[in-house]
């Protein structure tokens, strides 16, 4: 344990500035009152969040023209907590001239620009209001020190400047990393191969290096998602404007591993899950086994599907090239605009990828990808080089995990190991029987759900915290269970220790990377104000 620090101490410290903890700071300034009656009696006073980008983000590479969000305006930051919160977003409307226009509008999904320069107009609220935020930051490690408190050390991403602050109250919201197919891993960064988190930068970029040429080129998109999806249609049309010689087309290959895209089940009863008496349901299972059964069994909702305006969208751009074919193959003529071609490869694996000379492969860069495709079923194997490779393969959400096993705090929950195991602090301690009924609650049952986001908008992305001197992991490869409560707070093992040492134990809260024990809510926007509140109020008690 760290003796004690000089560091400037505060009553709450933040890490991550995303949508999670903006919901977090409204939430706290809400406990302050109207600005004209704050006073110096109100909790919480010094907060503090760090956040590594230079300013507020949520998902710039993916605010394509016209994209809508697929949850209602009404699940916001603040409204299903608190519909008077200033904070909403029809607090935003209003104060942007723009709510009898949304409401002319007629329609409860806003498009996904609009939605992020609500969340920005919301964290530039909270700021004004008192929330501190120190944005180009990043946070190198976080250390326990002897008087109960959390020291919390980050840097200055251009500079390196370094500084330390303290808390007992530390709020993790770790946000996700993007995540490539295995095989492309091992050949990344590359700047031709391309995460959905930076599309709109990076495909500008790609068409920007290319040589002045009309040979076609060859693109892949990997993933069957909702990003994969959108990329592939944006990519359509911008290569139908790129001019291309002798009758040729350019190739845009969607590579994923299911029969067909399917799409998401937004139907009333199943969005019921996304409630917060779902998450007590969740919470509340009597094991893990349960709560996995629940997470697969709502899948269809979140991950890897896609929504029907977009499958109908991509269906009739599929159905035009077939109607041009056949145009062309009757008459001989050709529509100039009729520049790509799409085509879907189901059922297909990427073995293993490796980067190849342009020239050699025929490319229009200096370097392209070769793809080795496996046919799932058929057990095929093929190559094929592309020119970039686009991935809508999701986010993994566990940065907080090597955070928290680097640091000293790695001893006060008990981890032993780099992979930590989410236990409801009701789940009984000793294991369940099993049921008479397990062969038939297994039957067709799919592998088990992870904590990891294959799909869908929720945080930015975060990228991975650096490991601090205090990490202690030998060999372990068990993950290490930490029990946390239906408040999201971490729990250190009670053994041992009397109520005044629990009560004087710092508290760590976890938001975003909980699907585990929460639900499927949990990496998404639906419960951020709910869930936010449920943090504050415990703070508060405190």
Request: hydrophobic letters at 35%; one cysteine or more; charged letters at 25%.
């Amino acid at each position: 344990m760290s003796s004690q620090s000089s560091a400037p101490l505060y009553d709450v410290i933040g890490l991550g500035f995303g949508p999670a903890n903006v919901a977090i700071a409204g939430a706290i300034i809400e406990k302050w009152g109207p600005p004209e009656t704050s006073s110096s009696d109100a909790p919480l006073q010094q907060v503090l969040f760090i956040e590594k980008q230079p300013e507020f983000r949520w998902h710039p590479g993916m605010l394509l023209p016209n994209s809508r969000m697929q949850i209602s305006f009404l699940k916001d930051l603040a409204t299903l907590r608190s519909p008077q919160s200033p904070i909403t977003f029809l607090a935003y409307l209003h104060s942007q001239n723009r709510l009898l226009n949304f409401i002319n509008r007629g329609s409860f999904t806003p498009t996904r620009k609009e939605y992020s320069d609500y969340l920005s107009w919301a964290a530039d609220y909270v700021q004004k209001r008192g929330i501190q935020v120190r944005y180009g930051e990043e946070v190198v490690a976080v250390t326990r020190c002897d008087d109960g408190t959390v020291e919390v050390r980050s840097r200055i991403v251009e500079t390196g400047e370094e500084f330390s602050r303290r808390s007992k109250n530390i709020i993790l919201s770790p946000g996700g990393t993007p995540k490539l197919p295995p095989a492309l891993t091992a050949i990344a960064p590359h700047p031709r191969i391309i995460h959905s988190a930076y599309y709109l930068s990076a495909v500008d970029d790609f068409f920007a290096s290319l040589p002045k040429s009309s040979e076609p080129l060859r693109i892949a998109v990997i993933g069957a998602g909702q990003s994969s999806t959108e990329v592939l249609l944006d990519l359509h049309s911008r290569l139908n404007a790129l001019p291309v010689s002798g009758g040729r087309k350019h190739e845009l290959d969607m590579i994923f591993r299911k029969g067909s895209l399917k799409p998401s089940d937004d139907t009333p009863f199943s969005n019921e899950i996304f409630d917060p008496e779902s998450t007590d349901m969740m919470f509340g299972l009597p094991s893990k086994r349960e709560r996995q059964a629940v997470l697969r069994e709502y899948n269809p909702t979140n991950y890897s599907v896609v929504n029907m305006r977009t499958i109908d969208s991509l269906y009739e751009v599929m159905y035009h090239q077939k109607l041009l074919d056949g145009i062309k193959a009757r008459t001989g003529r050709e529509e100039e605009s009729d520049r790509a071609r799409i085509t879907l490869r189901p059922y297909t694996s990427i073995f293993a990828a490796e980067v190849v000379s342009g020239d050699a492969a025929g490319s229009s860069g200096p370097e392209a990808v070769r793809l080795t495709l496996h046919g799932i079923h058929t057990r095929a194997v093929s190559q094929k080089t592309y020119d970039a490779v686009f991935c809508g393969t999701g986010y993994d959400r566990d940065s907080w995990m090597r955070l928290l096993a680097s640091s000293n705090l790695a001893d006060h929950f008990g981890v032993k190991s780099s992979t930590i195991e989410l236990v409801p602090d009701s789940e009984p301690a000793e294991p369940r029987s099993v049921s008479l009924f397990a062969d038939m609650d297994d039957a067709g049952v799919i592998s088990p759900v992870s904590s990891r986001s294959t799909d869908g908008f929720s945080t930015p992305p975060t990228p991975a915290t650096p490991q601090s001197q205090h990490s202690k992991l030998n060999v372990e490869t068990q993950p290490s269970k930490v029990r946390i409560s239906r408040t999201y707070r971490l729990l250190s093992p009670r053994a041992g220790k009397s109520d005044a040492e629990l009560a004087d134990e710092p508290r760590i809260y976890l938001q975003g990377c909980t699907q585990s024990t929460h639900g499927l809510s949990e990496s998404l926007l639906s419960i951020l104000g709910v869930r936010a509140g449920l943090v504050v109020d415990e703070l508060c008690k405190a």
